[in-house]
């Protein structure tokens, strides 16, 4: 897989810097020599087409300034995504789970264009975390959502930054699916994006429903991709699933997932 960086020399880096230029984005001198006044004009241009903002001219880049082919971009590993692998990241979940549930999972993420490794990890270790039985699952109380006294879900009840208005808004929008949508903004928006309407407003219960629960999965990881990309580029699992949950309830099952998938998912399919 092609790839440039500072430091490099030669040709390739040379027409890099012209495509820069091309595109409204001056790296100084086109002298072949992948310098700062490069790497600033790349890291500008990378800002500019919402890719990872890493100053490396990787495959996606490359695509972008017409400088690599679209099949040159990250591989398509869902092929790789088999029972048996995701199996191996679920160490405790009963096969069967896998069985029924893989197939929404995979057809959503192939729709939404998330069929490259990092962020075919991401999601199998997000719903690692999340619901390790690997079903779409409903959240349920605990000392985080109800008071010793309250009635269900009451500390969510008004929750602002969910977009809850009060009772019984707690309970009817709370964690649901493989991502554990919450709060109704989420249940809001998400409906829309997915087109349907107000359906997951006027029944909540949808987004526990395998096929609706894979597509939720996927739309969220999607509108977080470029910083997901980036804090796993850095190699900080922490920040990943921070991006996704707001915290790090579930790291551990998370991160073991995640490193158990880069070994038993194959980079690319022979």
Do not use: C
Not at 34 to 50: D, N, Y
Not at 63 to 90: C, N, R, T, Y
Not at 93 to 110: D, F, H
């Amino acid at each position: 897989m092609a790839m440039l960086k500072r430091g490099m020399k030669g040709a390739a880096v040379k027409r890099l810097q012209k495509q820069l230029k091309a595109r409204g984005f001056d790296p100084g001198l086109v002298d072949g020599d992948f310098g700062g006044g490069t790497e600033a004009a790349l890291i500008a241009f990378q800002l500019s087409e919402g890719l990872v903002s890493d100053g490396i001219a990787g495959p996606r880049s490359l695509a972008a300034l017409e400088l690599a082919k679209p099949a040159d971009i990250w591989p398509d590993v869902l092929p790789g995504v088999s029972v048996q692998a995701v199996s191996q990241m679920f160490p405790f979940t009963p096969i069967g789970n896998i069985i029924e549930n893989l197939p929404p999972v995979t057809t959503a993420l192939s729709e939404y264009g998330l069929t490259d490794k990092p962020m075919v990890l991401m999601a199998m270790a997000t719903i690692r975390a999340e619901t390790e039985s690997f079903k779409p699952v409903a959240e349920g109380l605990s000392r985080y959502n109800t008071s010793p006294r309250g009635h269900p879900f009451d500390l969510y009840d008004n929750r602002r930054d969910l977009g809850n208005r009060g009772a019984p808004d707690g309970e009817r929008f709370r964690g649901r699916g493989y991502i554990q949508l919450t709060g109704r903004f989420n249940y809001q928006r998400y409906s829309e994006q997915l087109g349907l309407g107000q359906g997951l407003i006027d029944n909540p219960e949808l987004a526990s429903d395998p096929l609706i629960a894979g597509r939720l999965l996927a739309a969220f990881l999607k509108d977080k991709e470029v910083q997901v990309k980036r804090a796993l580029l850095e190699g900080d699992l922490r920040h990943a699933r921070r991006l996704v949950n707001g915290g790090s309830h579930g790291l551990d099952r998370f991160s073991d997932a995640f490193r158990r998938g880069e070994s038993v998912i194959p980079d690319m399919m022979t």
